[in-house]
Nanobody, 128 residues
Framework: QVQLVESGGGLVQAGASLRLSCAAS????????MGWFRQAPGKERELVAALRWNGFSTYYADSVKGRFTISRDNAKNTVYLQMNSLNPDDTAVYYC?????????????????????WGKGTLVTVSS
């Protein structure tokens, strides 16, 4: 049974940093794309960053380029999202997701409803 468990959210002030973690278990993810999505109140869930577990392919939404970095630790089966220079627009529930994909960019065109594996989310609140 696949499990994705997020951690690391919290309340921070604008300009601060946070690192989110997604511990993945239940299968081998070598052919998977791992992604971080976020959903703010009243808005659709959007892809923030993605990487292919086996390879160097990465994707970032324009809104986070240069501020967020996605990475993985194969030994710990964990994906991270380092978030710097946070601003109030980054306030959202952040979800880890996994789906089979050839490149990280492939996750950007996947329908949210078609992605098979999701974590329960972690709340990030950025105060001004």
């Amino acid at each position: 049974q696949v499990q994705l468990v997020e951690s690391g959210g919290g309340l921070v002030q604008a300009g601060a940093s946070l690192r989110l973690s997604c511990a993945a278990s239940g299968r081998t993810f070598s052919s998977y794309v791992m992604g971080w999505f976020r959903q703010a109140p009243g808005k659709e869930r959007e892809l923030v960053a993605a990487l292919r577990w086996n390879g160097f392919s990465t994707y970032y939404a324009d809104s986070v380029k240069g501020r967020f970095t996605i990475s993985r630790d194969n030994a710990k089966n964990t994906v991270y999202l380092q978030m710097n220079s946070l601003n109030p627009d980054d306030t959202a529930v952040y979800y880890c997701a996994a789906s089979v994909g050839a490149t990280a960019q492939a996750m950007a065109v996947m329908k949210v409803s078609g992605i098979p594996y999701w974590g329960k989310g972690t709340l990030v609140t950025v105060s001004s």
